[in-house]
């Protein structure tokens, strides 16, 4: 295991979505689970879910403090994740709103690598500027929005109101543009808003966190490279960039500084690498004395101990 102790100084805000994730272990992928039957596989289980929620598990176990923000129901499932969280050592800044059902995701994880969602997430639909207790910022370094596609009264100026208040506040900031669920399948209008409406906020963002596929559809860039400066050229101060089996990079000032990824002896975790990353990227982003290089290599080694299993990352639902 890699020496953590480099976060022992961060002190991440994470805003984003929380719900309960039930994951498979990898099955074969087919029509066959498409079709009235019933398949054997060698596990299920509970977990955290919600890119924000991970983000912040992720920080703690590391050893960063960390902080979470975000809705939950008053419900049952709402508690137990509230719980959850706070054992595993994030400080809960929850909104549990009466009536409304906490969210979940169920990960079918295919042994070819791939994955599909399905998910119910009218918790973190509904969550608003209103929602977030700002004492969550206070003291961080370095604020993440995660999820940022989920909720249309964040999307539609709730993103830039909470940017505003971080930065006032002295906090670095980074937005994860992860695949917005309207992607091939609402009319163009509305894709083209809701694109227009995350680009008005990146000159209010540090880092960019992304892979090369929802970099370029979100820009609508047919290369990485062009996508790249077009992040950087509509305001954002850098990005970072998840590729996967070929590693990670970083972009700014027109030039792109990658790192190959680091050896993985057997996959066990298929979920989560990206938010992984992402929270590496931020948490060391303040440590100026360490070059870009070594930030995403080390960044890299922790991905890769995350996919092998080691270390509970991601904690299990109590």
Request: net charge neutral; charged share 20%.
């Amino acid at each position: 295991m890699q020496d953590t102790s480099i976060f022992r100084d961060s002190d991440l805000c994470v805003v984003g979505a929380i719900c309960r994730d039930v994951k498979t272990t990898p099955l074969p992928p087919g029509d066959y689970v498409l079709r009235d039957g019933e398949t054997s596989i060698a596990g299920i289980w509970e977990t955290i879910g919600g890119g924000g929620a991970n983000s912040a598990a992720m920080a703690a176990s590391l050893g960063a403090k960390s902080r979470f923000a975000g809705v939950a129901g008053q419900d049952e499932l709402g508690q137990r994740l509230k719980r959850t969280l706070e054992r595993s050592g994030v400080r809960c800044f929850l909104h549990c709103a009466p009536g409304l059902a906490t969210g979940t995701t169920v990960n079918l994880v295919y042994a070819s690598g791939q994955r599909h969602f399905l998910s119910c997430h009218p918790n973190n639909a509904a969550l608003a500027f209103e929602h977030i207790d700002l004492a969550a910022l206070s003291g961080a370094r370095h604020l993440l929005r995660g999820d940022i596609w989920f909720s249309e009264p964040m999307l539609y100026g709730g993103n830039e109101q909470l940017l505003r208040e971080a930065r006032r506040m002295g906090l670095a900031t980074s937005i994860d543009l992860n695949w917005d669920p309207k992607w091939g399948h609402a009319p163009n209008h509305e894709i083209v808003r809701r694109k227009e409406a995350i680009r008005r906020v990146l000159p209010l963002v540090d880092l960019a966190h992304g892979n090369e596929r929802e970099l370029c559809v979100f820009t609508e860039a047919s290369n990485l490279l062009t996508a790249l400066s077009n992040l950087t050229g509509w305001g954002a101060g850098a990005v970072v960039v998840h590729q996967g089996a070929a590693g990670a990079g970083y972009f700014a000032g027109g030039h792109l500084i990658t790192v190959p990824a680091a050896p993985v002896k057997e996959r066990v975790m298929a979920t989560g690498t990206g938010d992984m990353l992402s929270v590496c990227m931020a948490l060391l982003h303040h440590r100026t004395e360490v070059s870009i290089s070594e930030k995403l290599q080390f960044a890299n080694g922790l991905v890769a101990e995350f996919m092998e299993g080691r270390g509970h990352l991601i904690p299990a639902l109590e």
